[in-house]
């Protein structure tokens, strides 16, 4: 009985001073880190569900032939890695809630990270162009379609955020290290700075600005055509071009009201002073990941009947294009 006892008390004074070690915020808060590993759990089956099936329709689908719809395929692709590395594994984390975490680890998932981040806003960026140049410029839209060059536009956005994190993940400019306060591997506040200045600028700023003048083009093409818009019919391809412009501007849209708060606070707080914002503003950017493939259903036709038909199984074994040989008189969404 006097061993229990002991031992009993023993285990006691192992919890306490293991209370007492911890100096985080979250240390007494364990309500609200199960809490959190609830919502990115959901997030995570949600986004890689959405995101998947969006791949596959467009797979098995005659959406395969659209220009467009390559290029959110691989938005919706990059969408389903995040969901599923990245929020599985800051779900480990938060259920976890260890402040002992291996550098090389977090180096590989800041890393992983960042790249897919930075993948996501290159394709908006890409789409953009796309949509741009099918409103404004249809000759170059139908060059910049052909097979060739559309491969090294998806080769351009899959491997140009890579120039920028690599060094970070190999520690050769910048570094990533585990931040205790927010539970995330982030930038190390101790290493060169020039690297995360680079990779926010490149990777945010440039192309946030590059898809605004895009999309305020195409405006601008709308309105000087609003006359003539009257006569187009709702079926016509300079009808169909604008409503699609649309679509990809919300989604746009949502992915900079995402990531927006996150970049602020982020930029305003390097000493992680307001864990709690970074916190919040990082799980608002995860939510919102998972809305495009809303977007697509709500706000186009084409995609609707693409989702009913893959979800009843019945899938377009063998899509046929509808009109020409090129990309860019594939068929339109």
Not at 131 to 140: E, K
Not at 310 to 321: A, I, Q, S, T, Y
Request: proline fraction near 3%; charged fraction near 15%.
């Amino acid at each position: 009985m006097s061993i229990q006892t002991s031992n009993m008390g023993q285990r006691e004074s192992i919890v306490v001073n293991s209370s007492i070690g911890c100096k985080e915020w979250w240390c007494d808060k364990q309500p609200s880190l199960i809490a959190m590993e609830a919502i990115v759990i959901i997030l995570c089956f949600i986004g890689c569900l959405g995101n998947l099936i969006t791949v596959l329709t467009i797979i098995f689908s005659s959406l395969r032939y659209s220009v467009n719809c390559i290029l959110v395929g691989s938005l919706s692709f990059a969408g389903f890695l995040y969901c599923s590395l990245i929020l599985s594994l800051q779900a480990v984390i938060f259920h976890r809630h260890s402040t002992n975490i291996s550098q090389e680890f977090c180096s590989a998932a800041g890393g992983i990270r960042y790249t897919l981040t930075g993948e996501i806003m290159v394709t908006l960026a890409a789409i953009a162009l796309y949509r741009f140049l099918n409103v404004v410029y249809i000759n170059t839209y139908r060059y910049m379609s052909e097979t060739r060059q559309l491969v090294i536009t998806l080769v351009i956005c899959w491997l140009l955020p890579m120039v920028f994190t690599i060094p970070p993940t190999f520690r050769i400019w910048g570094a990533f290290h585990f931040q205790p306060s927010i539970l995330s591997c982030t930038f190390d506040k101790s290493a060169d700075q020039s690297n995360r200045v680079v990779m926010v600028t490149a990777g945010f700023i440039v192309p946030c600005l590059f898809i605004v003048y895009c999309y305020v083009r195409i405006g601008c093409k709308a309105y000087k055509s609003f006359k003539r818009m009257s006569r187009w019919g709702s079926t016509t391809p300079q009808a169909r071009a604008l409503r699609l412009s649309a679509m990809m501007l919300c989604i746009f849209v949502i992915f900079f009201i995402g990531t927006f708060p996150y970049f602020v606070v982020n930029v305003m707080d390097k000493e992680f002073k307001y864990p709690v914002h970074h916190i919040w503003t990082t799980m608002f950017a995860w939510l919102l990941y998972c809305c495009n493939p809303i977007v697509y259903t709500l706000m186009d036709t084409n995609f609707r009947n693409a989702y009913r038909r893959f979800l009843m199984g019945d899938c377009e074994k063998n899509p046929v294009r509808r009109s020409g040989s090129s990309m860019s008189r594939a068929v339109s969404v």
